[in-house]
């Protein structure tokens, strides 16, 4: 089998991978056609597009962001802003001002991103956390703008009561596909090369020519900017939001927790965790309507997967796989040498300085 | 002026329940190597078990230090030796999301034990204030201040002057070289880390009179320590204990004479200006993350 031919193979592979992911997100509202279901299903894509937005900057480039919550509120913040403006009666219009949003916050975003970026690794962790917190003060305390601590109600869209959901979701769904195209793209071209060059050793790939401050700057401020879509939709969907809610510092907490469970650094892991995890909390949060218990839901599941899953799920798989692969090839064969096994992959480093 | 001076006074005197909180957390990052984001929560929880101790059996909140001070030390050590030691080799930011899980999870433990009412610890003497030349010295944030200071001083002393203090210096300056020198580093570090937890119990039970808290005060608690040990460096000792300080004044004297919605957002934006220009602090030099 030639080169050309893997390739080749592993493109169609991935398009088919595409196109089947693409129809579930379409056909999954009808065949749960619940108002819980959708309402469901709209906060579990959210969290797989959040999860992924997360790992271009915490996974591809390694640096641990943990203040994503201030640009998901920022997003909220401009949506109710700018949904006030248009008025009752808007319905559909608020979506375009989506695109707008992320935009307008991955300008905004930049040269707060510059100054984080001279941190790394802790230093950095502890920055975008502070940072979530000078957002989230500044939305407490600006009242004329953001109606302090009182929140702000967003015009209640005039959608169909019976499939009122729907247009959320699928706002929702077409920033899931963006996003996932946005890390396809990073992890496909040389800006994915030069970010696995910074987190592996920073330094060395400075030294080398990587371009590293650029391509920092460029993973965070996509991040940013989809982090706020999401922010910008969820905002109009609940229709209400309070400082408290809209900067959470739990949601990059959440965003790890799903990157890690399903695998950081891969394409589908954000995915997958949030899959695993989203409807979980929603239903512990239905269920049992009490958030301390999914407080400590979290920290179970999250101190599991580290200890349990250090790599997630999706290596874990198919390492397995790969290793199920070679036992059956060399029984085959009956060859069992043992210096022909394939190595293991190496588990990526953290960004470390 | 006397309303600057007056704040002055109330900021130095929370300003050492800071430095207290602060100091332990840097011991741990000394030890650790990582932040310790559940430092917040630590407090909080000692608070709400000196406010059980006190509400149930009638402790005096500053006697209950001595309850919760072994306990908490325990509690430090096992996370230690349980949680943090098995990721010893791997990366320090895995070391920092195991401690911000924790907290979130002992934040739901607590808010299921005691709901989210605030919460303050009121012994008879909490309203109680001294008149100095005209200025208010609250009684319960004067010794608060103390206990602080007298941890502190113990801390300081068995860091500069003990066997296990010497071996806690070797081990956060250079663990491998100490694990040569024939130091028990994996231990050593364990007591390092309750030590600086037992520094959360005592602040804790210090700020929980001082200040109303609920389980959701941690992130509150937590900006605060983060941008202390920012700005101090955040393993210097003295570092810590100057920028606690100077947080406490800060904040103060802003809620007094412009409000008090803007004392903390005013303290952030001088963390934020000095990284701009300093990525590495104040003081020290650890903290660009070349750990």
């Known amino acids: 089998m030639t080169a050309l031919h893997a390739e080749s193979r592993l493109r169609r592979a991935g398009a088919a991978r595409a196109a089947a992911f693409m129809a579930v997100l379409a056909v999954l509202p009808f065949l749960f056609n619940q108002h819980w279901q959708v309402n469901l299903l709209v906060f579990t894509v959210m969290y797989a597009g959040l999860a992924s937005a997360w790992n271009l900057l915490g996974g591809y480039a390694g640096y641990p962001a943990l203040g994503h919550g201030a640009f998901f509120g920022l997003g909220a913040y401009a949506m109710a802003i700018g949904a006030g403006h248009l008025g009752a009666g808007a319905g559909y219009r608020p979506f375009l001002l989506v695109p707008l949003i992320a935009l307008g916050t991955a300008i905004v975003v930049a040269p707060i991103a510059r100054v984080l970026l001279r941190t790394r690794a802790v230093a950095f962790a502890v920055l975008s956390i502070t940072v979530m917190f000078m957002v989230q003060t500044l939305a407490y305390n600006i009242r004329g703008l953001t109606g302090g601590s009182q929140g702000l109600a967003l015009p209640i869209a005039p959608f169909d009561a019976a499939t009122f959901e729907r247009p959320y979701y699928f706002a929702m769904a077409v920033l899931l596909v963006v996003t996932v195209g946005v890390c396809w793209v990073v992890r496909t071209s040389k800006l994915g090369l030069a970010l696995n060059a910074v987190r592996d050793d920073e330094d060395r790939a400075r030294g080398l020519g990587v371009q590293t401050e650029t391509v920092k700057l460029l993973a965070f401020v996509l991040s940013a900017g989809l982090t706020a879509a999401f922010g910008a939709v969820w905002a109009y969907y609940i229709s209400y939001i309070v400082p408290g809610f809209a900067f959470d510092p739990l949601l990059s907490l959440v965003a790890v927790l799903m990157a890690f469970l399903g695998g950081r650094t891969t394409l589908w892991g954000p995915i997958t965790g949030a899959v695993l995890v989203g409807p979980a909390q929603q239903y512990f949060a239905y269920r049992f309507g009490a958030s301390q218990l999914y407080l400590i839901a979290y920290a179970a599941l999250f101190l599991l997967v580290i200890y349990l899953l250090p790599d997630g799920v999706i290596p874990s798989a198919s390492r397995y796989l790969d290793r199920a692969r070679t036992a059956y090839r060399s029984r085959a064969t009956r060859r069992d040498r043992p210096d022909q096994v394939p190595m293991e992959p190496v588990p990526p480093r953290g960004g470390r300085g | ?291």
């Open chain 2, 1 to 291: 002026m006397h309303l600057f001076l007056q704040a002055t006074i109330a900021g130095i005197l929370i300003g050492g329940v800071y430095a207290l909180l602060a100091s332990g957390q840097a011991m741990i990052f000394g030890v650790a190597r990582t932040v310790n984001f559940a430092q917040a929560i630590f407090a909080i929880l000692s608070a709400y078990l000196s406010y059980t101790l006190f509400g149930d059996l009638g402790i005096d909140p500053f006697l209950s230090v001595l309850i919760l001070i072994p306990v908490m030390f325990a509690l430090g050590y096992v996370i230690y030796a349980v949680l943090l030691r098995p990721l010893n080799k791997s990366s320090a930011e895995l070391g920092l999301l195991v401690l911000y899980a924790l907290a979130i999870g002992i934040q739901g433990v607590l808010d299921f034990t005691y709901q989210t009412n605030i919460r303050v610890i009121a012994p008879a003497y909490a309203n109680y204030s001294w008149t100095v030349a005209g200025y208010q010295i609250p009684e319960v944030r004067f010794f608060a201040f103390l206990l602080a200071v007298v941890v502190l001083g113990a801390l300081h002393l068995i860091r500069q002057y003990t066997k296990l203090g010497r071996a806690l210096r070797a081990t956060s300056q250079n663990p491998v070289a100490a694990r040569l020198l024939g130091v028990d580093v994996d231990r050593i570090s364990a007591v390092g880390m309750g030590l600086g937890v037992a520094s959360a119990a005592a602040a804790g039970a210090a700020f929980g009179m001082v200040i109303p808290f609920n389980g959701n005060s941690q992130y509150d608690l937590l900006s605060k320590l983060l941008s202390i040990g920012v700005l101090g460096g955040m393993a210097s000792m003295p570092g810590t204990i100057v920028a606690a300080v100077i947080l406490g004044v800060v904040e103060s004297v802003v809620a007094a004479t412009i409000s008090p919605d803007w004392s903390a957002f005013s303290f952030l934006v001088v963390l934020f200006a000095v990284l701009t220009v300093r990525p590495q602090g104040l003081f020290g030099r650890q903290l660009r993350g070349e750990l």
